[in-house]
């Protein structure tokens, strides 16, 4: 069987073709192709700008995957698209699209719950077995495991994601958000060689990211206004790239905490990193760390796969397809809150 994957819940928008052989054999990728809405430093992307670039796009991208992947249209079994979670009106315009395709090529539909695709995508490259997944992306921080067909959140954040502190921190530098503004963050907190007192927000397993990024928001207008500052407490010279460094180790160290506390609870072994947050180095390299003390293993996958593509609503949809799922044109919506455990996973025993 072969589906084809619309995802536009953010500023990504990606189109995939994936192919499951008859049998247990592995996915087969035919295509993966992405475009990306770039805002000017400083500035986050707007909803409705965000769906203007998917509507002028997809059609584009819809026809580049068909021909990279070389097969004819009555080869595809069904159109998957990005239900949720997400942004509203971008999610508008690739449920549009998805039922345009459907009525055009008669093709049946399925909505893809979109950290569900982040789940199946990375169980699927990896092949971790039954992991605990750490979801990490500008919408989403989960601490999730898997049990009686649902995919369980044990923890989440009570306020903004993970990615969406780190993505605001860099509009309060003015960096660049090309080619994505945690990147940038990431690559000047290399440079950081001064660890800031920041406040730790884990209460249970949960955490809160707002306070924290409240707190390095008003060091980072001090340094503007007076480039020569001095950490109080260690009386060291403070760089800005000493805050990203700093931003990263706490939120991090913070994420790491309540994936261990998880893995103690169900006793796995395996942890699994996904969403585009995922792509960071130094998240893999603080997790490992840990994961390797408790004589585990820890599975991530690169940026084809961390940072939202279609090819994970492709598989994530074609799985419960053959399943029997199918979502008709009169419920082909879409809506910004779908929680990941609201997901029967038929496919899964």
């Not at 950081?192 to 008003?218: N, Q």
């Not at 585990?296 to 492709?314: H, K, L, P, Q």
Request: negative net charge; proline residues 4%.
């Amino acid at each position: 069987m072969i589906a084809l994957g619309l995802e536009g819940s953010a500023n990504k928008l990606g189109v995939g073709l994936i192919h499951h052989p008859t049998g247990d054999g592995p996915a087969q990728i035919l295509a993966n192709i992405r475009h990306t809405f770039v805002s000017p430093p400083g500035e986050g992307f707007l909803p409705k700008d965000t769906a203007k670039h998917h509507r002028s796009w997809v059609a584009k991208l819809v026809t580049r995957s068909l021909k990279e992947a070389g097969i004819p249209i009555d080869d595809v079994d069904c159109i998957c698209y990005t239900k949720g979670p997400g942004m509203g009106a971008p999610l508008q315009s690739v449920a549009l699209a998805a039922r345009m395709l459907s009525l055009l090529w008669g093709k049946e539909l399925v909505g893809v719950n979109h950290c569900v695709g982040h789940i199946e995508m990375g169980r699927e490259i990896t092949g971790a077995q039954n992991p605990v997944v750490l979801y990490v992306s500008g919408g989403n921080t989960q601490v999730i495991a898997y049990a009686e067909q649902r995919y369980r959140i044990f923890g989440e954040a009570l306020d903004i994601a993970v990615g969406n502190c780190l993505d605001r921190f860099a509009r309060t530098l003015e960096i660049s958000n090309d080619p994505a503004p945690g990147y940038n963050i990431e690559q000047l907190a290399k440079g950081g060689r001064h660890l800031v007192d920041l406040p730790y927000a884990v209460k249970g397993m949960d955490c809160s990211f707002s306070g924290i990024l409240a707190s390095i928001d008003l060091l980072a207008a001090n340094l503007k206004a007076s480039p020569a500052q001095v950490d109080p407490t260690t009386n060291q010279p403070v760089t800005i790239e000493d805050l990203c460094f700093s931003l990263q180790e706490t939120v991090f160290a913070m994420l790491v905490e309540i994936t261990e506390r998880a893995m103690a609870h169900v006793g796995s072994n395996q942890v699994l990193i996904v969403g585009g947050v995922g792509c960071n180095e130094r998240l893999q390299e603080m997790m490992g760390l840990m994961v390797r003390d408790r004589g585990g293993s820890v599975f991530a996958t690169d940026e084809r796969f961390c940072i939202d593509n279609g090819i994970m609503i492709a598989h994530a949809g074609l799985l419960a397809y053959r399943t029997g799922f199918r979502t008709i044109l009169g419920n082909s919506t879409c809506t910004q809150r779908f929680r990941t455990d609201e997901v029967h996973i038929a496919w899964r025993t």
